[in-house]
């Protein structure tokens, strides 16, 4: 069955950087878009960007643009989100989503809580 | 601000059925965009509960329905049961936007 694994809770200060991973496994890594999602505390959720795995290829929400960098290993199925010039608005839990197509999301990943405290 | 609106919350008693709507326009839903709906339980992640507006994915019970007209959506949860609480998301397509994954702000079901 489709798993998406996420990497552990963070604490960073503001203007750090964070890199999540999201290791996924039962199905074709290359085959499906991976999407990244962020909630905030009690908030709702907020689309950040995809990535291709086969290509690379990427696009992020514009409010995103310049601070967000998703990449992957396709070696070890694995994609990654980075945040950089991290504020304490940026205090969310971040998901990792399976694009199955159709423009939804039918997997998604435990979530990996990132604090931005000094 | 999001461009697709919920009601923050609906109740309703075991057995009950409780329907949600989300509300979109002419650039998401009323551009012939599919509505996805995903439960959040409490303390968890989304999970996929009816796709391309009226689709059960398996595994999801047959007590959950969806469904789209013009600029809206409606997700309706019959014979409702005590672990039906959590938050519900609709989830739209608007080529509009440069974050064109449109999510709604999300309901609270109570199970009273």
């Known amino acids: 069955q489709v798993q998406l694994v996420q990497s552990g809770a963070e604490v960073k200060k503001p203007g750090a950087s964070v890199k999540v991973s999201c290791k996924a496994s039962g199905y074709t890594f290359t085959g499906y878009y991976m999407h990244w999602v962020r909630q905030a505390p009690g908030q709702g959720l907020e689309w950040m960007g995809w990535?291709?795995?086969?290509?690379?290829?990427?696009n992020y929400a514009q409010k995103f643009q310049g601070r967000v960098a998703l990449t992957r290993d396709t070696s070890i199925s694995t994609a990654y989100m980075e945040l950089t010039m991290l504020t304490p608005d940026d205090r969310a839990v971040y998901y990792c989503?399976?694009?199955?197509?159709?423009?939804?999301?039918?997997?998604w990943g435990q979530g990996t809580l990132v604090t931005v405290s000094s | 601000q999001s461009v697709l609106t919920q009601p923050p919350s609906v109740s309703g008693a075991p057995g009950q059925t409780v329907t949600i709507s989300c509300t979109g326009s002419i650039s998401n839903i009323g551009a012939g965009n599919d509505v996805h709906w995903y439960q959040q339980l409490p303390g968890g992640g989304p999970r996929l509960l009816i796709h391309?507006?009226?689709n059960r994915p398996s595994g999801v019970p047959d007590r959950f329905s969806g469904s789209k007209s013009g600029t809206s959506a409606s997700l309706a949860i019959t014979g409702l049961r005590a672990e039906d609480e959590a938050g519900y998301y609709c989830?739209?397509?608007?080529?509009?936007?440069?974050?064109?994954?449109?999510f709604g702000p999300g309901t609270k079901v109570t199970v009273l």
């Open positions: 990535i291709n795995p086969r290509s690379g290829g990427t």
């Open positions: 391309s507006n009226s």
């Open positions: 989503a399976r694009e199955y197509g159709g423009n939804y999301f039918d997997d």
């Open positions: 989830q739209s397509y608007d080529s509009s936007l440069s974050a064109p994954y449109v």
